[in-house]
T-cell receptor, first 113, second 117 residues
């Protein structure tokens, strides 16, 4: 079936630095990619929706300047957490729409120290 | 706006017992999809099922079965003869159709299932 490859799976970074998370659709074209954030023991909250070749649409309360999303090709979408702080530590996961539903990446656990 | 409620936060069962995970949803749309996903401790989300709002047939897949009742806005998930490998967090989700043509998925808060050997 369709696979979305997400990496890194885990990353630890220092406060104030930026981190880039990549999601690649394998064997299919992902015109739309969804980015979610999940705090421990909580549900997935949609952060933004990216469409290939256009600006991302951010959910209310999500800082677009802090969470930069780029969807430059039909197989690659990236999320960059800029000037990361400890409160940005979370599990980030991407998702691409498929015929049967949605395929999710394996997630990235970000820890900011 | 859509909403998905999973009232059971944690459930523990003994191996081989049957267990039902409840899901109640709210939407104003007449066309929507319902999903169940499994999230094991490793974190990835595993797709289990998608159900179209026009299809109220119950479905069985091995030890898994789903009961969709539009009248009560429920989409419950039953695991028969549970196994330790079923231990995970299970999410029910709903997607509506945005005017922009793409679908946004709303997740419930999840039910953590622990199967005790």
């Amino acid at each position: 079936g369709a696979v979305v490859s997400q990496h890194p799976s885990r990353v630890i970074c220092k406060s104030g630095t930026s981190v880039k998370i990549e999601c690649r659709s394998l064997d299919f074209q992902a015109t739309t990619m969804f980015w979610y954030r999940q705090f421990p023991k909580q549900s997935l909250m949609l952060m933004a929706t990216s469409n290939e070749g256009s600006k991302a649409t951010y959910e209310q309360g999500v800082e677009k300047d802090k969470f930069l999303i780029n969807h430059a090709s039909l197989t690659l979408s990236t999320l960059t957490v800029t000037s990361a702080h400890p409160e940005d530590s979370s599990f980030y996961i991407c998702s691409a729409r498929q015929n049967y539903g949605y395929t999710f990446g394996s997630g990235t656990r970000l820890t900011v120290v | 706006a859509q909403k998905v409620t999973q009232a059971q936060t944690e459930i523990s069962v003994v191996e081989k017992e049957d267990v039902t995970l409840d899901c109640v949803y709210e939407t104003r749309d007449t066309t929507y999809y319902l999903f169940w996903y499994k999230q094991p401790p490793s974190g990835e989300l595993v797709f289990l099922i998608r159900r179209n709002s026009f299809d109220e047939q119950n479905e069985i897949s091995g030890r898994y079965s789903w009961n969709f009742q539009k009248s009560t806005s429920s989409f419950n998930f039953t695991i028969t003869a549970s196994q330790v490998v079923d231990s995970a967090v299970y999410f029910c989700a709903l997607s509506d159709l945005y005017s922009g043509g793409y679908q946004k998925v709303t997740f419930g808060t999840g039910t953590k299932l622990q199967v005790i050997p």
